[in-house]
């Protein structure tokens, strides 16, 4: 049994969010990646994109950081060189400055320091759990997807617990801003220039410049020194520091990709559960401990694409690529590249080697939190299984309108105890 089919014909238009309100168009993905691997596709609301839908050459592309820029935006939508600056995160520059940057905060987010959280992650995922199954059918997005990345972006940044639901409400704002559930300023929708200095063109992003400055006001008053936005705050080697609209960028950044990312991932796993019954037996013996997280990231591909912009005219795959054109590395068609993965569509929970493209793997900006990633996907779902005997569909799933980040936004489900 397949978890979930594809039922677009083949010939969808790449450049809309409403293409994906049944989930990615792998259809048209599998037809690009067989006859037009490095495609042109015209954008109705500006400069058109070449589409790079192989493994291999996302990859082999990605890994050319010279070639092809990020320091020009991260989405295919087009923006003055004047909002590009006032928008910008550490993802969105490049070397020698995204460095500078990412050193920073590496270590907070690498694998031994990230390691520790272990057991906080389990204390969290009990209650969460246990609140969400004792109703027996319910949406699991909302009831336990969201909130276990949303509880420990609280504990990685440093924030309060009351604060985090409406922090996350104004993330969701942010990064699905092209989905009118999360938001009344939909990007596509309607003019949003007067936030055309926010990140993500949105009017949450203000709001959350607001809490920023005010939040670490109070820490500097209380010589409270924790969390990661500390030490984004400290000088680099040269002294220099980050200036304000960065920082508050930043805050941005980890608001919103820190908790949707993950959250879609959970989602997807738990889809998956419903569809193919022997991946709980499996986590329940404990056969794919290691491996689970990776293949459940590269199922859900919770980022679509990334954009990168062409530094200087090149050839690849016949085609001639100018200098200022935008290329999109599909991530979420790597993820399904049958060269890559022997059957793409099932879940195979101990796949090794699993060289998926969901972290961006092959160039600089490799997540930053895929360590965190990984580990509360893992915990979530042994925590799940030892309490589950089953899960089953309750309903119609529900996918986000995006082409930049792909979830599930409602997910019903019923469950047997054990």
């Given at each position: 049994?397949?978890?979930?089919?594809?039922?677009?014909?083949?010939?969808?238009?790449l450049?809309?969010?409403?293409?994906?309100?049944?989930?990615?168009p792998?259809?048209?993905?599998?037809?690009?990646?067989?006859?037009?691997?490095?495609?042109?596709?015209?954008?109705?609301?500006?400069?058109?994109?070449?589409?790079?839908?192989?493994h291999?050459d996302i990859?082999?592309?990605?890994?050319?950081?010279?070639?092809?820029?990020?320091?020009?935006?991260?989405?295919?939508?087009?923006?003055?060189?004047?909002?590009?600056?006032?928008?910008?995160?550490?993802?969105?520059?490049?070397?020698?400055?995204?460095?500078?940057?990412?050193?920073?905060?590496?270590?907070?987010?690498?694998?031994?320091?990230?390691?520790?959280?272990?057991?906080?992650?389990?204390?969290l995922?009990?209650?969460?759990?246990?609140?969400?199954?004792?109703?027996?059918?319910?949406?699991?997005?909302?009831?336990?997807?969201r909130?276990?990345?949303?509880?420990?972006?609280?504990?990685?940044?440093g924030?309060?617990?009351?604060?985090?639901?409406?922090?996350?409400?104004?993330?969701?704002?942010?990064?699905a801003n092209?989905?009118?559930?999360?938001?009344?300023?939909?990007?596509?929708?309607?003019?949003?220039?007067?936030?055309?200095?926010?990140?993500?063109?949105?009017?949450?992003?203000?709001?959350?410049?607001?809490?920023?400055?005010?939040?670490?006001?109070?820490?500097?008053?209380?010589?409270?020194?924790?969390?990661?936005?500390?030490?984004?705050?400290?000088?680099?080697?040269d002294?220099?520091?980050?200036?304000?609209?960065?920082?508050?960028?930043f805050?941005?950044?980890?608001?919103?990709?820190?908790?949707d990312t993950?959250r879609?991932?959970?989602?997807?796993?738990i889809?998956?559960?419903c569809?193919?019954?022997?991946l709980?037996?499996?986590?329940?013996?404990?056969?794919?401990?290691?491996?689970?997280a990776?293949?459940?990231?590269?199922?859900?591909?919770?980022?679509t694409?990334?954009?990168?912009?062409?530094?200087?005219?090149?050839?690849y795959?016949?085609?001639?690529?100018?200098?200022?054109?935008k290329?999109?590395?599909?991530?979420?068609?790597?993820?399904?590249?049958?060269?890559?993965?022997?059957?793409?569509f099932?879940l195979?929970?101990?796949?090794t080697?699993?060289?998926?493209?969901?972290?961006?793997q092959?160039?600089?900006?490799?997540?930053?939190?895929m360590?965190?990633?990984?580990?509360?996907?893992?915990?979530?779902?042994?925590e799940?299984?030892k309490?589950?005997?089953?899960?089953?569909p309750?309903?119609?799933?529900?996918?986000l309108?995006?082409?930049?980040?792909?979830?599930i936004?409602?997910?019903p489900?019923?469950?047997?105890l054990q």
């Amino acid at each position: 049994m397949t978890v979930w089919t594809p039922t677009d014909d083949g010939f969808a238009d790449l450049s809309s969010h409403d293409t994906f309100l049944n989930g990615p168009p792998h259809n048209t993905f599998a037809r690009l990646r067989r006859e037009d691997p490095m495609s042109w596709t015209e954008y109705p609301q500006g400069q058109g994109f070449w589409s790079v839908t192989r493994h291999a050459d996302i990859l082999e592309l990605n890994g050319k950081p010279d070639l092809l820029s990020s320091a020009r935006g991260i989405r295919m939508e087009d923006q003055t060189y004047e909002e590009y600056l006032a928008r910008r995160t550490f993802q969105e520059t490049d070397a020698p400055e995204h460095m500078k940057t990412r050193v920073k905060v590496a270590k907070a987010f690498s694998k031994p320091v990230i390691a520790q959280f272990e057991g906080i992650i389990r204390d969290l995922c009990g209650p969460i759990l246990d609140a969400a199954l004792e109703k027996g059918t319910f949406d699991a997005t909302k009831e336990i997807a969201r909130q276990l990345p949303m509880r420990m972006l609280g504990r990685i940044v440093g924030l309060p617990d009351e604060d985090l639901p409406w922090l996350v409400e104004k993330g969701d704002a942010l990064i699905a801003n092209t989905d009118p559930d999360f938001t009344q300023h939909v990007l596509d929708k309607m003019t949003t220039d007067e936030f055309r200095m926010m990140p993500f063109n949105s009017p949450a992003g203000a709001e959350l410049f607001v809490y920023a400055k005010d939040l670490m006001r109070k820490k500097a008053e209380a010589g409270d020194t924790s969390g990661v936005l500390h030490l984004i705050l400290q000088p680099g080697p040269d002294g220099s520091v980050l200036p304000e609209h960065e920082f508050r960028n930043f805050f941005c950044l980890l608001v919103a990709a820190g908790n949707d990312t993950t959250r879609y991932s959970i989602a997807a796993g738990i889809q998956a559960l419903c569809h193919q019954p022997e991946l709980l037996g499996r986590i329940q013996r404990g056969e794919v401990t290691e491996t689970m997280a990776d293949e459940i990231i590269r199922w859900a591909s919770p980022t679509t694409y990334f954009r990168r912009t062409v530094t200087r005219d090149f050839d690849y795959h016949g085609k001639q690529v100018k200098e200022g054109d935008k290329v999109i590395y599909w991530f979420a068609s790597g993820n399904r590249d049958e060269t890559a993965f022997a059957e793409p569509f099932r879940l195979d929970l101990g796949r090794t080697p699993n060289r998926h493209v969901s972290f961006g793997q092959g160039g600089p900006h490799v997540c930053l939190g895929m360590w965190l990633a990984r580990l509360e996907v893992r915990v979530l779902f042994e925590e799940l299984a030892k309490r589950i005997r089953a899960i089953e569909p309750a309903g119609q799933q529900k996918f986000l309108r995006s082409n930049f980040i792909g979830g599930i936004k409602e997910l019903p489900v019923r469950v047997t105890l054990q």
